[in-house]
């Protein structure tokens, strides 16, 4: 099992930045290909980024490309999301996620190929 836990949300104006932080225990964080997703009220819950387990590959939805970064750090076996330009429309609760890996460079873009989520940190973006 790998538990996760998901931190730095919070409400921010259009235009303004933040940084979600998700710590991960319980496993071997370096084994692991780790993403973040996010769920707006009524919506499903859509894919944001993702990084490989060495942290040498990314992928982005296109709504979140060249404002959002995802990184890692496995030494702190912390994986981050430093969101700018934050728009209203990225109000949502937002998780993070990871699976197994045996690939040290693939990333992993469908919610169905993940296998531990946390519980969410909510990012409220006022226009």
């Known amino acids: 099992q790998v538990q996760l836990a998901e931190s730095g949300g919070g409400l921010v104006q259009a235009g303004g930045s933040l940084r979600l932080s998700c710590v991960a225990s319980?496993?071997?964080?370096?084994?692991?290909?780790m993403g973040w997703f996010r769920q707006a009220p009524g919506k499903e819950r859509d894919f944001v980024a993702a990084?490989?387990?060495?942290?040498?590959?990314?992928h982005y939805a296109d709504s979140v490309k060249g404002r959002f970064t995802i990184s890692r750090d496995n030494a702190k076996n912390t994986v981050y999301l430093e969101m700018n330009v934050l728009k209203p429309e990225d109000t949502a609760v937002y998780y993070c996620?990871?699976?197994?890996?045996?690939?040290?460079?693939?990333?992993?873009?469908?919610?169905?190929?993940?296998?531990?989520w946390g519980q969410g940190t909510q990012v409220i973006v006022s226009s």
């Open positions: 319980g496993r071997t964080f370096s084994n692991y290909a």
């Open positions: 996620t990871a699976r197994r890996s045996l690939r040290s460079s693939r990333y992993y873009y469908n919610l169905a190929e993940y296998d531990f």
């Open positions: 990084i490989s387990l060495d942290g040498t590959s990314t």
